[in-house]
């Protein structure tokens, strides 16, 4: 019989299993409601090459990363928005999986002082080129004063990442006191999640390792030195191509796929479509004062 594991995050040892998508277990935790992938695999990293960001024709990633991020401008600046409401002096800022810099140079334009944080060196090197500061890594790798940094924002992040906790615990040492993390991530207790489980179209294992919830970041977030503030639906805007390749990749169909890259060699692509399933999430935690 096999065991279930203790949950990767809150450490309860409450955990069913909740499917099985592609050979990867995913299992929910019973303390705090975080699903998650386990075992994990040995690594990541190698996922993040130039086809995830041109092509994903692996299953996942970007049909064309920049034009594909051209419609999430308005999402973009809603999330600054938000931010700017609890941080209005727009001070320094740290973009978690920062790829080519386009949510950086959006800040930047509104006064933030930026620099980024980007796991595939193809894609910092794109950032690096247009004059934005993104470096290659992980956050956990770079030397980053603490205290030091006013916002740091994970866009569709933190579901990558092997060891959430490790993360979120080197986050809130950089940020100062009263700082903010700000992220969008998707909805592991969403009605889309819980009515079509591994149908889902966002279970992406080995891309998608997490899948956390309101609830999860609530039950979490302070015992890492972290108070939520809000938390919302913020929803998104998509280019064709990119709705195309992902139904062509979710549903295992190379004639949506195949329509996809004509529609993307096609005006076609210039199509936009406002999408909001309710299946993600955007928050915002302070970094709790430290107390003397």
């Known amino acids: 019989m096999q065991t279930s594991p203790i949950c990767h995050v809150c450490q309860a040892d409450a955990t069913t299993l909740w499917g099985t998508k592609d050979?990867?277990?995913?299992?929910?935790?019973?303390?705090?409601?975080?699903?998650?992938?386990?075992?994990?695999?040995?690594?990541?990293?190698?996922?993040?090459?130039k086809s995830y960001f041109y092509g994903a024709k692996e299953g996942f990633g970007y049909v064309d990363?920049?034009?594909?991020?051209?419609?999430?401008?308005?999402?973009?600046?809603?999330?600054?928005?938000?931010?700017?409401?609890i941080i209005p002096a727009r001070g320094t800022m740290l973009d978690?999986?920062?790829?080519?810099?386009?949510?950086?140079?959006?800040?930047?334009?509104r006064g933030w002082k930026t620099q980024g944080v980007e796991i595939s060196d193809y894609a910092a090197s794109l950032a690096r080129a247009k004059g934005i500061s993104v470096a290659t890594g992980i956050v956990e790798?770079?030397?980053?004063?603490?205290?030091?940094?006013?916002v740091v924002t994970a866009w569709d992040v933190i579901e990558h990442v092997p060891n959430p906790n490790a993360t979120l615990q080197y986050i809130q040492k950089i940020l100062k006191?009263?700082?903010?993390?700000?992220?969008?991530?998707?909805?592991?207790?969403?009605?889309?999640?819980?009515?079509?489980?591994?149908?889902?179209?966002?279970?992406?294992?080995?891309?998608?390792?997490?899948?956390?919830?309101p609830y999860t970041m609530k039950k979490i977030l302070p015992s890492l030195g972290f108070e939520v503030m809000m938390h919302k639906k913020i929803g998104k805007k998509f280019t064709l191509p990119y709705i195309l390749q992902m139904l062509g990749n979710w549903w295992k169909s190379p004639a949506i796929v195949k329509l996809a890259d004509r529609t993307q060699a096609?005006?076609?692509?210039?199509?936009?479509?406002?999408?909001?399933?309710?299946?993600?999430?955007?928050l915002i935690a302070r970094k709790k004062p430290e107390i003397s």
């Open 96 to 109: 978690l999986g920062a790829a080519t810099g386009f949510f950086l140079d959006l800040a930047r334009q």
């Open 23 to 49: 050979s990867y277990d995913l299992y929910r935790c019973q303390a705090c409601d975080l699903i998650f992938v386990s075992p994990l695999p040995s690594q990541t990293t190698t996922l993040y090459n």
């Open 65 to 85: 990363y920049e034009r594909d991020k051209e419609p999430m401008r308005s999402a973009f600046l809603k999330y600054l928005d938000e931010i700017e409401k």
């Open 177 to 213: 006191p009263g700082g903010v993390l700000a992220i969008n991530t998707p909805h592991g207790g969403s009605a889309l999640s819980r009515i079509l489980k591994t149908h889902w179209h966002l279970v992406v294992p080995p891309e998608h390792l997490y899948f956390f919830s």
């Open 141 to 150: 790798e770079q030397n980053i004063p603490a205290n030091s940094l006013d």
């Open 266 to 282: 096609s005006q076609l692509n210039k199509i936009a479509i406002p999408i909001n399933l309710y299946d993600n999430f955007f």
